[in-house]
């Protein structure tokens, strides 16, 4: 590809986002960012400082400050490389309200630009294809049942929740995502929309590529 080329992908949680845009980055040899991350990055560092997610000021004070980072696949934030707390549950709880507040989605956005300006990129989020990237060459949402998403999610292991519990917070984080005033989840406008409840993710990553190709 010789023009930078954006991909969108947008779904709920635990819809395969990040498993399948890492594949497709893979094979069509661009880079991968997971905007979630940002968010969690963020979420981590407000409750390590033990400030309240109610308490604007306090939070507003954090971002003024706050450097974010992608280096060598590992999120880091003012310096610290965060990655491995990024799953965690208090993160996962407290990452929809966190990203709910105006001034972080402004924060993030503008790190998400610049990190891929002029580059060719796959991005998956909430809000990509809407927000991040109006623009993207390439859009796509990725669907499926709350309770495969909820086992994808319980299958991953990367978590301290137990199976019920991650349903529960998916429900409640999806709610709350698509209710949001500003970067609400949704599918966009040109989107191609993708039901992959009973897909395998070698057909999810084909039907992308194939799109991709034949436009
Ligand atoms: O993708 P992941 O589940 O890690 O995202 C965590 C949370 O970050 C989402 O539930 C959502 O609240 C927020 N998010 C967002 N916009 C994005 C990506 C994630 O608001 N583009």
Redesign the pocket.
């Given at each position: 590809m010789n023009k930078p080329v954006k991909i969108a992908i947008d779904g709920p949680?635990g819809a395969g986002?990040?498993t399948v845009a890492k594949i497709v980055a893979k094979r069509l040899n661009i880079e991968y960012l997971?905007?979630?991350?940002f968010?969690?990055g963020i979420t981590k560092i407000i409750l390590d400082s033990n400030i309240k997610i109610e308490d604007y000021n306090g939070i507003n004070t954090i971002l003024k400050d706050i450097i974010l980072d992608f280096a060598d696949g590992r999120i880091i934030v003012n310096g610290k490389d965060v990655t491995d707390h990024l799953r965690c549950k208090d993160v996962t709880l407290n990452?929809?309200p966190v990203?709910s507040i105006i001034p972080v989605?402004i924060k993030v956005n503008e790190f998400l630009n610049i990190y891929s300006k002029d580059k060719s990129i796959i991005m998956?989020?909430?809000?990509?294809g809407t927000v991040?990237f109006p623009d993207a060459e390439y859009k796509f949402y990725l669907d499926a049942a709350v309770d495969e998403r909820a086992l994808r999610r319980y299958k991953e292991k990367n978590t301290d929740m137990t199976l019920d519990s991650i349903k529960e917070s998916i429900i409640k984080?999806d709610k709350?995502?698509k209710n949001?005033k500003f970067?609400a989840l949704k599918i966009a406008d040109n989107a191609i929309y993708i039901d992959t409840t009973n897909l395998t993710l070698d057909e999810v990553v084909n039907k992308i590529i194939e799109k991709i190709k034949i436009k």
């Open positions: 949680a986002k990040s997971d905007s979630g991350a968010y969690r990452v929809s990203s989605r998956d989020g909430r809000d990509i991040v984080r709350n995502d949001k970067g």
